[in-house]
């Protein structure tokens, strides 16, 4: 229908899919169709339209909307039954113990499970959570890409390089520019990075480079993750949602954005990175 798609992925699954139930938008739910398709889950990726009439009725409905009446909810076939995980941090750590190899095959200790916790949460709630926020308020765009986001990204990008120092000496001659490494946790993307790296995205997506093009190693890990097989074909597939946000007149609010931090004079490098931004 106009309301509702559906855009069924075949890799693997069971007999009853797996349902990603979310907006139709990348939203809070991009991080968690981009493990799904790394780690080559089969799911039904149910999206629901921003202007479906139904929602607010639909929202009441745990089966539809889960406990809390938000989205996106995870449906998880359990026997005869599909149960419900929602929130979209405990989503990630749900589909990661289920599908993620490394995790699998080395089960983190209770100090690394903290630690891609607070990765996951930093990328997720400081980065793409506050991006899409500037969106929906371009009142506030200037401190967040001005402040906010800079302040984060040199975070992870000193964590990247402790990470490379790390790796290189386990692996003599490094892994700088391959695929392999670094990421967050290791020589393999966990669950944080999924995060990180769709924040880097809606990042480039609305500014251009103009600001990680100041981190080197953020610029190759997006890369490097961006040329993850199952990722490639992904990202700007069809299957992609082309719309970034949730945010109904998203173009007009990118518009403001990028007008607010031209005015400001804190990034004046964004003048020639975001002239093909405003006529998309």
Same mark, same amino acid.
């Given at each position: 229908s106009d309301e509702h798609s559906s855009h069924r992925v075949a890799l693997r699954g069971p007999a009853m899919a797996v349902v990603l139930r979310s907006w139709e938008c990348q939203g809070r739910a991009e991080p968690l169709r981009l493990m799904l398709k790394d780690w080559g889950c089969a799911f039904d990726d149910e999206r629901i339209s921003l202007d479906a009439p139904e929602w607010?009725?639909?929202?009441?409905?745990?089966?539809?909307?889960?406990?809390?009446?938000?989205?996106?909810?995870?449906e998880w076939p359990d026997r005869d039954e599909l149960r419900s995980v929602v929130q979209t941090l405990a989503i990630a750590q749900f589909v990661a113990w289920k599908f993620d190899p490394e995790l699998q095959a080395n089960p983190p200790t209770h100090l690394q499970s903290t630690k891609m916790l607070s990765y996951g949460c930093c990328a997720h709630e400081d980065l793409l959570l506050a991006i899409q926020g500037a969106v929906v308020d371009p009142s506030t765009a200037v401190l967040v890409f001005g402040r906010k986001v800079p302040m984060m #990204?040199?975070?992870? +990008? $000193?964590? #990247?390089?402790?990470? +490379? $120092?790390?790796l290189s000496e386990l692996q003599p001659g490094g892994a700088a520019g391959s695929m392999e490494g670094p990421y967050l946790m290791g020589s393999k993307p966990a669950w944080p990075d999924y995060f990180l790296f769709q924040a880097l995205r809606l990042l480039n997506e609305v500014t251009g480079n103009a600001i990680t093009q100041m981190f080197p190693n953020?610029?190759?890990?997006?890369?490097?993750?961006?040329?993850r097989p199952r990722l490639d074909l992904y990202?700007?597939?069809?299957?992609?949602?082309?719309?970034?946000?949730?945010v109904k007149a998203e173009a007009v609010q990118l518009a403001i954005v990028v007008a607010n931090l031209r005015a400001s004079g804190i990034l004046p490098q964004l003048n020639e990175s975001l002239e093909s931004i405003e006529t998309r």
């Open positions: 607010m009725q639909s929202r009441n409905l745990s089966s539809v909307a889960g406990t809390f009446g938000q989205l996106p909810v995870l #990204l040199e975070r992870f +990008e $000193e964590l #990247l390089s402790i990470m +490379e $120092e790390n953020l610029e190759a890990y997006v890369r490097r993750m961006a040329a990202i700007g597939s069809a299957e992609q949602p082309a719309a970034l946000t949730e």
